[in-house]
């Protein structure tokens, strides 16, 4: 689901006439609201009763995202606004649903088999958006000789179609101890085996890497669609 969508959002909002300051400001919308309400993770999970209600149902708000997102891409009727509204909203619930779908799959996962899941999991996953970056940039690139709009109108409701059937997932009881603090998401292993120094080091590199990241990323569709001139098929293989 957020494969086929999620990185045309930008591309979408060029079309609508946005500006670069505009990219910036759907980018750090949806990354900000998100991150607020993923620390928030646990206590969704207290008020829910368990992880996979969690999952499944901000999953669901995810995809209903969708479907304001595909009417307005329908009709080509629209405001910057309304349209950053809806895209940080997709984003919030899927952030929201990750922490309880990573805390599931850690109980599921036998330790000696998780290099391994997750390797053939990585791998398959990135057969799956090799094919759809491809599929979406094809029915783009068709699509854009009479109305690009119809082109975005149509991933958008594939990608509401796409959210796989996650009541099925087991959700095992939840193993709490002194070191969770009732925080099912706080890993043990960190607060009980690595120095609060060198948990402060790696935390420093990984947000200076991300900003760093998230800073030039999202004006990278602007480059390459309105200065290179680049075709929605090239901007992502």
């Known amino acids: 689901m957020t494969g086929f969508t999620q990185d ?10 946005g500006s670069a300051g505009q990219v910036g400001v759907l980018n750090a919308m949806q990354n900000i609201v998100a991150s607020i309400l993923q620390l928030n993770s646990a206590d969704f999970v207290d008020k829910f009763g368990s992880r996979k209600k969690v999952m499944v149902t901000f999953v669901f708000c995810q995809a209903v995202m969708l479907l304001p997102l595909f009417l307005l891409a329908w009709y080509a009727k629209i405001q910057m606004s309304v349209y950053i509204v809806f895209v940080t909203l997709f984003v919030a619930f899927g952030a929201i649903a990750t922490p309880a779908w990573s805390s599931i799959m ?4 036998a330790h ?6 997750f390797g053939w999991r990585s791998k398959m996953l990135g057969f799956t958006l090799v094919a759809a970056n491809a599929c979406r940039g094809w029915i783009l690139s068709v699509l854009k000789r009479t109305n690009a709009f119809y082109g975005f109108a149509i991933i958008f409701l594939r990608g509401l179609c796409f959210p796989a059937d996650l009541a099925e997932i087991l959700d095992p009881d939840v193993r709490t101890n002194d070191h ?7 890993s043990a292993s960190v607060r009980c085996q690595i120095p609060a120094e060198q948990f402060c080091q790696v935390r420093s590199s990984g947000l200076g890497m991300n900003f760093s990241v998230y800073l030039a990323a999202p004006f990278m569709p602007v480059f390459m669609l309105r200065d290179l001139h680049y075709s929605y098929i090239s901007i992502r293989q």
């Open 180 to 186: 969770y603090e009732k925080n099912i998401f706080y």
């Open 106 to 109: 850690a109980d599921l996962v």
């Open 112 to 117: 000696d088999k998780r290099g391994e899941y």
């Open 8 to 17: 045309y959002f930008i591309p979408f909002l060029l079309l609508l006439g």
